[in-house]
């Protein structure tokens, strides 16, 4: 049985205690966040408000802000288990104070009531010796069968490629679906073409399979575009029609 104390009450933290209380071989031992009652009813998983250094813990997740982090490491400086933080971006450096330290990072996008399937979620470890990997990755393997050893630059890059992929693809819909509520169309129009365009860019490299009016520089079109755009999505399309002619015309 492994014993897991996590620290936070996001989204990220929340899925993670489903998932744990689902999982035979995990024992979430305690939970820990700044609210007064947890953000969702928990019949397994203890509550606190400060971490419990008197409970026997395996390993402690740190599932908070970025910004956060360095802050609650100091305050786990004299814990004996195994302390990783989840975050994409943070360096392992940031639990400098804690004598055994990782990382566990699900490459995931987390909103608290969309359902999820961790067993196709990628976990990337890092730690700092063999003995607290393998635990990690342990750990991980009760979750998902995509876990990968990666180092702090290979996290960075993929945190920032998870950037364009989901949160700027998530704004450019949003800024689709804005266009078609202006015009009084509905969006679902473009559901079958916004499906094909991700079923292909799984498939095929994307640069392999760029269309559309920029790539082959048909400014006459460009400009009807712009012409019913707002100035902020007008500054937006110029931008990224002037990334794609650059990148296939270069």
Known sequence: MM???????????IHLVKAFEKCPQIECVQWIGRRA??????????????????????????????????SIAKELKDTDALVAHTAGAVSIKALETIPRKGVFYPLQSFIQHHAIDWNKIPICLEAENQDD???????????????????????????????????????????????????????????????????????????????????????????????ILSEKEAELYRILSQSIFNTHNS
């Open 3 to 13: 014993r897991i104390a996590l620290i936070g009450t996001g989204n990220l933290a």
């Open 37 to 70: 009652t947890p953000p969702i009813t928990s019949h397994k998983t203890p509550y606190f408000a400060k971490y419990q250094h008197d409970t026997q813990t395996d390993i402690c997740l740190i599932a908070v802000s970025d910004d956060a982090i360095p």
């Open 133 to 227: 990997m393998q635990m990690l990755k342990s750990l991980a393997h009760l979750l998902s069968k995509e876990v990968h050893e990666i180092s702090e630059q290979q996290r960075l890059h993929l945190h920032t490629a998870a950037v364009f992929a989901n949160n700027f693809c998530n704004h450019l819909l949003n800024t689709s679906q804005q266009i078609t509520t202006k015009a009084e169309v509905p969006f679902s129009l473009l559901h079958p073409l916004i499906s094909e365009t991700f079923k292909r860019v799984l498939a095929y490299q994307a640069s392999q399979i760029q269309t559309g009016p920029a790539k082959r520089n048909d400014l006459k079109t460009q400009e009807k575009h712009l012409s």
